[in-house]
């Protein structure tokens, strides 16, 4: 099973903090797992995505299985190349959520909201 966290900062500012993805969807074997292989492409492409489109270097940790990223640094962004982040993540979170509809015994969303939020 893939896990998948959004985290965002309250439900009054939805703003994406930080997404983890970990685990292995198992829905087939290596190699042939179309799932794994869609979140993957999904999850390394919003990364670079992010990296290249608007030059922010999330901080992340990145190994087999598991995809940790975050924005520690927002508050030092302006408004404009936050704004083109956000759009980036929400575009990864709405290509998870039409796997998950298509395919959910393989992977699972859930969003938790930033402590105190």
């Known amino acids: 099973m893939i896990y998948v966290t959004i985290e965002r900062q309250s439900p009054d500012f939805p703003e994406i903090t930080s997404f983890v993805v970990e685990g292995h969807a198992e829905y087939d074997v290596p190699g042939k797992d179309l799932v794994c292989a869609a979140v993957s492409a999904i999850t390394v492409g ?57 395919y959910g015994d393989y992977i699972t969303i859930e969003t938790i909201y930033h402590k105190g939020g």
């Open 46 to 102: 919003t990364y670079n995505s992010i990296e290249t489109l608007t030059g922010v270097i999330p901080i992340h940790e990145m190994e087999r299985g598991l995809m940790d990223i975050s924005f520690a640094d927002s508050a030092r962004l302006d408004s404009g190349t936050w704004s083109q982040v956000q759009l980036i993540i929400e575009s990864m979170v709405v290509m998870l959520q039409t796997i998950e509809d298509n």
